[in-house]
């Protein structure tokens, strides 16, 4: 076991999403999970029936004691639902993470619809969190909730992805997956320029938490020493294995298998 990830999530009392997703994914890729949750839910497969905030000095001082001891190697940002939360985040990570690799999943609503994010809390992470990351990882409605641009196609994610970093995010995993089509297209806008993968569509709707999965894949990737695009790449490919042998739990949006393994050494092709 090798690189250590702080999460800072919320829980899912369902097991598929949240921080549950984020501690099987990093310890299924080999890496050492520590946590700071922002949130209870009461959720299922069928949606979330209540949140119930951490208050935004416990987050803190969950974040602050884990970068004390045993340590990072990188943090993952998922759900932060308050605009206080994300203050309190912001002034650790600048305070005592300086230097680390960040991933940002910018949650704002969970796959049942619910919302996860107040709406007094989209300018802080706009301004304030995401120009902190090494790469954030929205899908197409929050991007289009982080830019105002409609995206359509493949084009209108580029467009999305490059509006992001212009606004000064390192880099920008844009996630196809509402769009519609044979495949799903992801795009990874960064300084090392415009890279795609493409991975044929699964039909199903145990889906859940593919997000959550995505982001600490990728921040346990970055604690382990690989490269931005070795570490995307890497998770697409567990991401992409663990819906296709979903378990099949639950009535509505069901978990992936995130004990599914996918070959380590797998490095990037460029699309």
Known sequence: MRGRVLIVSGSDSGGGAGMQADIKTVTALDA????ALTALTVQDTLGVHAVHPVPPAVIAAQMACVLADPGA???KCGMIGEAEAV??????LAEKARGLPLVVDPVMVAKGGAALMA???????RERLLPMA???????????????????DEEGMLAAARALRVRGIAAVLLKGGHLDG??????????QGETFWREPRIVTRHTHGTGCTTASAIAAGLAQGLSLIEAVDRAIAYVHAAIRTAPGFGAGHGP????VTVDPARLATLG
């Open 119 to 125: 709406e007094a809390a989209l300018d802080p992470l």
């Open 182 to 191: 044979p495949e799903v297209v992801d795009i990874l806008v960064g300084p």
């Open 134 to 152: 090494s790469v954030i990882t929205p899908n197409i409605p929050e991007a289009e909730a982080l830019t105002g641009l409609a995206i359509r």
């Open 256 to 259: 992936l298998n995130h004990a």
């Open 32 to 35: 050492y999970a520590e946590s």
């Open 87 to 92: 203050a309190a985040v912001v002034a650790v």
């Open 73 to 75: 190697d990188a943090v």
